[in-house]
């Protein structure tokens, strides 16, 4: 897979760095992730080289500790106490990055699309950048926000409403955000917490619940929100104002259960089943696909001259099953490639390219695909 070979040669060029820094420990550690996730050359050439030279290296290691982690510490990559805490480790490429993300000028630059990227090209991209930033996986400073940003763009964006009045106002919001941006900073004020990531639209989901849906709750967190506490003081006009709003969002919810229970009274149920219960006891197949079902015993007097248009029925409500059970199928499938992928569990990876789809492969045989 593509997606685990840029993440194996990353791994290879953050070990490196360390090589280059004389931390043979983790430079090691680097180059066998990197052959789990994928098996270059030039990962395996450096390990070899390493433990050729181990001992040596090894005592290099132990004389050198102290200026090692100095350099380290210069690099972003350290473990040293700084006010009380400890500092987690990080690559200077994932500072970089985030960097990047907290410079970018809109959603879709956010995410690296162009402004008519479809759906499917958001949720690839949504994929990559929400693997690389989640704070979990990245220690840089600002990665949880960069993670927000990156949630709130997907789920704006997403959203073909959100979408377009985000191309239609976005650029005017910016400029009040960047200009509140400046003035923030004027006064020493500007870090992580003074930039708005949403830059004046917010999803309706949050960051860690968006990740949830793409990765099935592979990563738990505590410490991601993408809603902020605002504080806002309402007046009672404006309480009035929002209670009516509620409401007329209401109506139509309200006029869909009225249609909805009329339509239950005056719609007959199907006149058949896929399973034998209570009076649908006669078995039969359809003409055309062969699919069984069961119906009841004056089944032919009362759908006389109407059979095929049941048979019609009967198979287009079981073409609709299986599309629906395949389509969660093949969803588990992904969401099982994307944990192996991230946490690099090669059991995982081959349970999902063995795991079996019968829906689909039913809904192939219907299509003469089998």
Not at 58 to 80: C, E, L, R, V, Y
Not at 311 to 326: A, H, K
Request: hydrophobic residues 30%.
């Amino acid at each position: 897979m593509d997606g685990n070979r840029d993440e194996s040669q990353r791994c290879i060029e953050i070990a490196k760095k360390y090589i280059e820094a004389r931390n043979w420990e983790k430079a090691v550690r680097f180059l066998e992730k990197a052959e789990r996730l994928y098996p270059l050359k030039e990962a395996r050439v450096l390990l070899e080289a390493i433990k050729k030279n181990g001992s040596s290296c090894g005592s290099q290691h132990k004389s050198n500790s102290n200026n090692s982690n100095k350099h380290n510490d210069a690099k972003g990559d350290n473990h040293a106490h700084e006010n009380g805490q400890i500092k987690k480790e990080y690559a200077p490429e994932q500072l970089e990055a985030v960097k990047k993300i907290k410079k970018c000028k809109d959603y879709y630059e956010i995410l690296g699309v162009n402004k008519e990227a479809s759906e499917s090209e958001l949720k690839k991209a949504y994929r990559k950048l929400a693997l690389q930033f989640h704070p979990d996986k990245n220690n840089a400073p600002g990665a949880d926000v960069a993670f927000k940003a990156i949630g709130n763009a997907f789920a704006v964006l997403s959203d073909s409403d959100k979408r377009a009045r985000y191309d239609q106002f976005g650029s005017e919001d910016e400029i009040t955000t960047r200009r509140r941006h400046r003035h923030s900073h004027y006064h020493h004020y500007h870090d992580d917490e003074d930039w708005d990531y949403s830059r004046g639209f917010e999803g309706d989901i949050s960051a860690e619940e968006l990740f949830n849906m793409f990765f099935g709750g592979g990563m738990p967190s505590g410490r991601v929100h993408v809603h902020r506490q605002r504080n806002h003081r309402r007046t009672p006009q404006a309480q009035t104002d929002a209670s009516y709003a509620y409401m007329i969002q209401l109506l139509p919810i309200l006029v869909l259960v009225v249609l909805s229970l009329l339509s239950s009274q005056l719609i007959q149920p199907p006149p058949f089943t896929f399973d034998p219960k209570g009076l649908f006891t006669e078995k039969r197949e359809t003409f055309n696909l062969g699919v069984k079902y069961y119906v009841k015993k004056d089944f032919l007097k009362e759908y006389q001259g109407r059979v095929r248009e049941v048979d019609r029925m009967v198979e287009e409500d079981y073409i609709g099953n299986l599309r629906n059970q395949c389509w969660k199928e093949q969803n588990h499938k992904e969401q099982m490639f994307y944990k192996a992928k991230y946490f690099s569990d090669r059991k995982l990876y081959e349970r999902a390219q063995n795991m079996a789809t019968p829906s689909c492969e039913k809904l192939r045989s219907v299509y003469g695909q089998g």
